[in-house]
């Protein structure tokens, strides 16, 4: 899932500025193209089991878990 992620990240950066350097009419469209591949790519990266934001809080919640347990 991490290289989708880095991937929309990359082409949210580089798609746009490559259409307005090809049409500068074409801002309003590398606009939105800008901001469904950011949107995109954050929900993306939000889907990375394997990302350590993600697997600390896992951590922290199997602990409160094992607290309660006790």
Known sequence: M???ATFF?????TLPAFMVLVNSEA????M???LGLLITACLLG???Q???ARQAS???????RAKRRE
Do not use: N
Request: charged share 30%; hydrophobic share 35%; aromatic share 10%.
């Open 2 to 4: 991490q290289d989708w």
């Open 9 to 13: 990240f990359t082409g949210c950066s």
């Open 27 to 30: 801002i309003g469209l590398a």
């Open 32 to 34: 939105i193209v800008f």
């Open 46 to 48: 939000l889907r990375d």
């Open 50 to 52: 394997e990302c350590p």
């Open 58 to 64: 896992l951590r922290d919640t199997e602990k409160r």
